[in-house]
């Protein structure tokens, strides 16, 4: 996406209004008042940098944890904080349980385009994570990583995008076994630092880790990358008293500046403990190209 052509279109309706307002005979009537009034209550919790990306990772608990669907509510929310590519985990695809494609459902309601990368077959479909980006963002290339399963209870996937200006990469770690955990980091950042170690194009690694801080596996993960996210809880939705979900930057890629991170707890357009039991989290970042 062309951020200096955003913030131009940005630029325009501003100058229009400081016209309207050296014009203006008067202060604001009632009726304008409450019109900003309305407005302001309409503007997202997280204010953005416009020359930014805003990057959502995201366990969305198969979009049924706590309400029948939650399609709906996320993205939404995600709408409300303007989000420009998400990581997604735990996706139904046609099973028994969700008989239908639920990133492609989630992307419907975004107007945005999408990839999935399953993880394995389940109960009459598949099982994975996906990835879910505006249409304004040039896709490059695109593919699944394999994470199969050594000691641990089930195969794993991780899905990779790369966009014109970074790259993006998600996966949902094993749950039961911190050897398929830190097998899986390394298969993950082996790959993405053949293919793109010494470039001048960030790679962001996102995810639920289903491991704390000090854990072997995000451990694993600091020997080739810098945590971008801050160490606060993701999980349960209700307390967030486990940090579990992270973003990463790959070491030894492009330049880039990180403007915002955090794990977003409040909406105005829908209840986050309600729509998934983990807590979304976030970056906003500039990418300089050298």
């Known amino acids: 996406m062309n951020r200096i052509l955003k913030i131009s279109k940005l630029l325009v309706p501003l100058f229009l209004l400081s016209l309207t307002s050296c014009t203006s005979n008067s202060g604001n009537s009632g009726d304008e008042q409450k019109q900003l009034s309305s407005k302001a209550e309409k503007r997202a919790v997280y204010e953005r940098d416009e020359s930014s990306y805003r990057i959502v990772s995201y366990n969305v608990g198969t979009f049924s944890k706590y309400m029948t669907n939650s399609t709906s509510m996320v993205a939404d929310m995600m709408k409300e904080i ?65 994470l199969p399963k050594v000691t641990g209870s089930e195969d794993r996937s991780c899905v990779v995008i790369e966009f014109e200006d970074f790259v993006l990469a998600g996966t949902h770690l094993e749950v039961a076994s911190e050897t ?49 996210t801050p160490t606060k809880g993701t999980f349960p939705s209700s307390g967030g008293k486990n940090c579990i979900d992270f973003i990463f ?28 039991d983990h807590l979304p989290i976030y970056i906003d970042v500039t990418i300089t190209k050298e």
């Not at 170690?197 to 990358?225: H, Q, R, W, Y």
């Not at 403007?259 to 105005?268: H, N």
Request: with cysteine.
């Open 82 to 146: 303007e989000a420009d590519a998400m990581i997604l985990n735990e996706l139904d695809k046609n099973n028994n349980r969700h008989n239908t494609d639920q990133l492609a459902d989630f992307a419907s309601y975004m107007d945005w385009n999408f990839y999935y990368a399953p993880a394995m077959k389940w109960n009459g479909g598949e099982y994975g994570n996906g990835a879910a980006y505006s249409k304004e963002l040039k896709v490059l290339d695109k593919y699944v990583i394999a």
């Open 180 to 228: 398929d955990r830190v097998k899986g980091v390394q298969t993950i950042t082996e790959r993405l630092t053949e293919k793109y170690g010494g470039g001048t194009k960030p790679v962001f690694i996102c995810g639920d880790m289903n491991a704390e801080p000090s854990s072997e596996t995000i451990l694993e993960f600091e020997k080739d990358c810098k945590q971008l």
């Open 249 to 276: 930057a790959l070491n030894n890629t492009g330049a880039y500046a990180v403007t915002a991170a955090d794990v977003l707890t409040s909406f105005k357009s829908g209840d986050v403990k309600k729509t998934s």
